[in-house]
């Protein structure tokens, strides 16, 4: 609920909220006009009616605190003690004041229905209908009432056991939502890093290696070194695109222009790149695409930072597998033999990014070099390719 009331389950915050669930529980006292008529036309004495409207009030006051503090985690100890006061209270107004106080026992049976877990409950709710039992037969007239008692305070105390389920469901349906929004929260967050991680990742280290580039340039060749310069604008225009896209989850990366961006980046520092062709992704889901282009990116980002290789070869293929026709991206490089932060971020995201996608991937050192293989699924033709 909105506004000024209050959700199922949910403590009351403010005095307003505190006054509505009071009504709420208090409404029900109106099954008390019997011991009231009683009291005010029942020819008892005024010592007897004075005794008698304190008793009443105390015992509503009693069962008012116990119903109303239900769920904020009190001893199940104490509830019991508060429940044999009641008992007491009801048994002695009904044993002094006559039968009509008998329908106190059905509050009794309520408030245990409410404060106590079913476990106890149901052997509490049966003990106060053997108690007003008891009661109504030393009663005098007792017996007529007991049949118009017994069953609403057993199917009212069971009842409320029913209710006390159902808050305490609420209660965990409540929390387990707010667990389910944090950790999407959490994953947005993870997902967030990964991107920037990879993007930026490329972006800067190729504009390092034209800066410096460029730099070397400037003396001797000023217009290679402008055209350069001119290369590094157009990277760092894109880099801030793809940040952008990133931020707001719609950037799905290409894996031909991650083929063009890795042809390019290689050249840049020298090395010799062994690329395929124009891929032919002819019914490759977009997941796939988009998993195996990030690959592509962070393999090709790891020759150029880390690797200090002097040829990289690119391998795309379809393949078929016990699994179904799959699509492998194969990077290998003749570098010092790994990628600088090994199992670091970048192919820990890597790895979740191909999980997501219902891909494997598997990288490691080679003798002279370092070897990437990512594998995602594919509705393709099987062993048909572009090898480098």
């Known amino acids: 609920m909105s506004g000024n009331g209050f959700g199922m389950g949910q403590r009351p915050v403010n005095r307003r909220q505190r006054v509505v669930k009071s009504l709420w529980t208090g409404i029900?006292?109106?099954?008390?006009?019997a011991p009231v008529t009683d009291l005010l036309h029942g020819g008892h004495s005024t010592g007897v009616r004075v005794l008698g409207w304190i008793g009443l009030a105390a015992f509503?006051?009693?069962y008012m605190v116990l119903v109303?503090?239900?769920?904020?985690?009190e001893r199940n100890d104490l509830v019991l003690g508060s429940l044999g006061v009641l008992a007491a209270q009801s048994a002695l107004l009904a044993l002094t004041l006559g039968r009509e106080w008998l329908v106190l026992f059905v509050y009794v049976s309520i408030a245990s229905g409410a404060a106590l877990p079913l476990r106890m409950a149901r052997w509490t709710i049966p003990a106060a209908c053997a108690l007003l039992t008891a009661v109504a037969l030393a009663v005098p007239g007792g017996r007529s009432y007991l049949a118009s008692l017994l069953?609403?305070?057993l199917l009212g105390g069971f009842a409320m056991t029913g209710v006390r389920e159902l808050v305490r469901t609420t209660i965990a349906l409540r929390e387990a939502r707010a667990t389910v929004a944090q950790l999407a929260a959490n994953e947005e967050r993870l997902r967030l890093a990964r991107d920037l991680h990879d993007l930026l990742g490329h972006s800067l280290s190729l504009i390092t290696l034209k800066s410096e580039?460029?730099?070397?340039?400037?003396?001797?060749?000023?217009?290679?070194?402008?055209?350069?310069?001119?290369?590094?604008?157009?990277?760092?225009?894109q880099a801030l695109v793809d940040v952008r896209e990133a931020v707001t989850g719609y950037r799905r990366p290409r894996l031909s222009a991650e083929l063009a961006g890795a042809r390019v980046a290689l050249t840049a520092v020298g090395?010799?790149?062994?690329?395929?062709?124009?891929?032919?992704?002819?019914?490759?889901?977009?997941?796939?695409e988009s998993a195996l282009a990030w690959a592509l990116r962070e393999a090709v980002t790891n020759v150029v930072r880390?690797?200090?290789?002097?040829?990289?070869?690119?391998?795309?293929?379809?393949?078929?597998?016990?699994?179904?026709?799959?699509?492998?991206?194969?990077?290998?490089?003749?570098?010092?033999?790994?990628?600088?932060?090994?199992?670091?971020?970048?192919?820990?995201?890597?790895?979740?990014?191909?999980?997501?996608?219902?891909?494997?991937?598997?990288?490691?050192?080679?003798?002279?070099?370092?070897?990437?293989?990512?594998?995602?699924?594919?509705?393709?033709?099987?062993?048909?390719?572009s090898p480098a």
């Open 28 to 33: 029900w006292l109106v099954y008390l006009s």
């Open 60 to 62: 509503v006051a009693w």
């Open 68 to 73: 109303f503090r239900t769920g904020r985690g």
């Open 151 to 153: 069953i609403p305070a």
């Open 213 to 237: 580039l460029a730099g070397r340039m400037l003396p001797d060749h000023p217009g290679k070194a402008a055209q350069q310069v001119a290369d590094i604008e157009q990277v760092s225009r």
């Open 271 to 288: 090395v010799t790149a062994d690329l395929p062709d124009e891929p032919d992704l002819n019914g490759v889901p977009e997941d796939s």
């Open 306 to 385: 880390h690797s200090g290789a002097r040829r990289c070869a690119v391998e795309l293929l379809h393949r078929q597998t016990l699994d179904g026709p799959v699509l492998e991206l194969a990077v290998e490089d003749d570098g010092s033999g790994g990628a600088g932060d090994g199992h670091g971020n970048g192919l820990t995201g890597l790895t979740e990014r191909l999980a997501k996608a219902g891909g494997t991937l598997e990288a490691g050192p080679l003798k002279h070099g370092f070897r990437l293989v990512a594998r995602v699924p594919s509705a393709g033709p099987a062993d048909v390719g």
